[in-house]
């Protein structure tokens, strides 16, 4: 099971798309995603389900973290 999310790149800082969004939260929070870009669907990611509740739950709590600290200074939300 899983889920695209598309991604509001003018909101976050020095992230240029998604492939850039996937690289760099995999390297800073350890959490992998799928480029849209590579299925066809560019500046999206596709989250997948396939894990126990409590790996998704941390995984969901870290991609929080990266939006918010990657976001820039004049926005309100994050991703």
Known sequence: MFVMVKLNLHLLEEI?????????????????????????MENWVRI????????LQDGLERIKSFCQRNKKKNSINGC
């Open 48 to 55: 997948t389900f396939a894990c126990v509740p409590s790996s």
């Open 16 to 40: 240029h798309d998604d492939i850039d969004f996937c690289c760099k939260l995999a390297k800073e929070e350890s959490v992998i995603l799928c480029p849209g870009s590579v299925l066809g």
